[in-house]
């Protein structure tokens, strides 16, 4: 069940988030909205690890290169959430991220990728994915 309240404040964040990063990127640049906001992120993050953190950042050594670039993705995300609900509305661009987020997991699910245990993807789970992406669609029509 906490997973699933997790992921509520998780999705909610995101959203208000993109909103928040698109209109500081109208006032102060593109970069230096990332700038701002990946700096805050990682100033945080690491106070949060110096006062509450339990792992080792000796042990980073220990984890396959490829993982170190989840920061890059991070650079990634954030300048293409902004792009995307500046060229979009913020309901259409959170759709088609949630729909391509949605997707892409379910590859990792089904093919085991990164490591992660194989899940069955069925007929039912693409026609929900179908339904979704329908749902874009008319959603955007005028």
């Not at 980073?60 to 995300?77: A, H, N």
């Not at 085991?112 to 007929?123: D, I, R, T």
């Not at 179908?130 to 008319?138: A, F, K, R, Y």
């Amino acid at each position: 069940m906490i997973g699933f309240l997790f992921s509520i404040i998780a999705g909610a964040a995101m959203s208000v988030q993109g909103v928040m990063n698109t209109r500081l990127q109208d006032g102060i640049g593109l970069w230096e909205a990332n700038a701002w906001v990946q700096g805050t992120a990682f100033a945080l993050s690491l106070a949060a690890a110096w006062l509450v953190g339990t792992g080792r950042f000796s042990a980073i050594t220990d984890v396959p290169k490829g993982y170190w670039l989840g920061g890059v993705l991070g650079l990634v995300i954030t300048i293409t959430v902004m792009l995307s609900i500046k060229g979009l509305s913020p309901t259409v661009a959170i759709s088609v991220i949630l729909i391509s987020q949605l997707l892409v997991a379910a590859c990792i699910d089904a093919f085991g990728w990164m490591g992660q245990e194989k899940a069955a993807m069925g007929l039912k789970q693409f026609i929900g994915l179908g339904l979704m992406l329908g749902g874009v669609v008319l959603f955007k029509l005028r």
